[in-house]
């Protein structure tokens, strides 16, 4: 009898025993594909993946409010994509100001970091344009907004830190974006940033062509230009032939004579931004002397005769837009050529812009984002290059910055960045940014000198050129 109790009893703690297990085997959750994570997110769509070995990449449209203060006076879709690492790893928002790339490109913060990167679509730029576009509703604001909601809305699938960063328009977008939700992001690294604060000041920029690179070089580069306009007629012509062969027309900026002055004034500013002191052996060294050919390639391999065309314009019609009413654009002068041969000077943003969008200048828009910067910044730094025309009104750093820095690549360009700086600088900075990130590991944290991207350069993923575009756009 004592036996038969035993049994039984034995049995029932064993069904019991069994039973719990099941229980808790049927109560673990499973893992939710990223995939899913993503697309669970309203208004998140998937447009497609693509294979990259050791991530995930997604293209998506996030739907977004046409006007944040008034989120139900309509919507439109804005392209992000996602390079996925790990949700343990921190993640880099990256922005270039402009059209976001369809491919999986890693930038310079996100291999310091070894970490995540959401890429955004600046709004208006097609095809994350509303349909039909209020141009009223694209300024910086706006733009950090769409920033904002992004990022609440990504935070609870990538909880670690977040690190805003992009370069040129990008920086300033990036710079932007802290200013107005400045509780967001851990750190910020803007690469090459403009920082226009009086739109019709810009002596720095004379100041900075006047000494930029070596006697010799500037001498040669200011004799083509000032070649270009002498030649006008000839040139013109062949510049008449090409727009006819490509169907290229000139009605927004009004005449093919305006567009080739806009073109030629480009020169010099357009060799700095993109090339460095050593390409000045590729320029004509004697202009006034040079065919006819020579002039046209060496303008048109630096300046690009499209880029003044409806149709070059039409891309780049957001960025414009913004000049004209918030961000500023550069005036300079041309001491080295004639007042004769020059009709127009540098023209103005409105004249890259249809007419039938109107625009009005906001003056206190840069001065707000300036005075805050140097009184507010926290954990950011801001990359330059020493022979970038950009940087020669840049953001500045006052009393009330913390943990802030600004760095000055030597004789880089456009494309400046954290690896171009000198190694004292190079390693401080990546320190900070790892710091930022959450992810310093405890050597550097001792010492940041010791201080290194975590990933491994990746020549596909970690592109270090200078995104090229025409001339006199960040």
Known sequence: MRKALRWL???????????????????????????????????MSLIEEKPYTGYRFFVLNYTQPVDHRHPSKGTFQQRITVLHKDVNRPTVFYTGGYNVSTNPSRREPTQIVDGNQVSMEYRYFTPSRPAPADWSKLDIWQAASDQHRIFKALKPVYSENWISTGGSKGGMTATYYERFYPRDMDGVVAYVAPNDVVNKEDSAYDRFFARVGTEECRDKLNGVQREALVRRAPLEAKYAAYAAENGYTFDTIGSLDRAYEAVVLDYVWGFWQYSTLADCADIPADAKNATDDAIWNSVDTISGFSAYTDQGLETYTPYYHQAGTQLGAPTIHFPHIEKKYIRYGYQPPRNFVPRSIPMKFEPWAMRD??????????????????????????FRLGHGARDSYVVTAPGMNHGANVAGLVPDQKARATARILD???????????????????????????????????????
């Open 9 to 43: 009893l034995a049995l029932v703690v064993l069904i019991g025993t069994v039973s719990t297990a099941g229980a808790a085997t049927a109560a673990e959750p499973k893992a939710v594909d990223i995939k899913d994570r993503l697309l669970s997110i309203p208004g």
């Open 369 to 394: 984002v300036d005075t805050w910067v140097r009184h507010n910044a926290r954990n950011m730094l801001f990359v330059y290059g020493e022979n970038d025309p950009w940087g020669a009104e840049r």
């Open 436 to 474: 930022w990130a959450g992810v310093a590991p405890a050597k550097v944290q001792e010492n940041p000198s010791a201080a290194r991207p975590l990933a491994t350069f990746d020549a596909r993923l970690d592109k270090r050129d200078v995104e090229r575009e025409p001339a006199l756009r960040p």
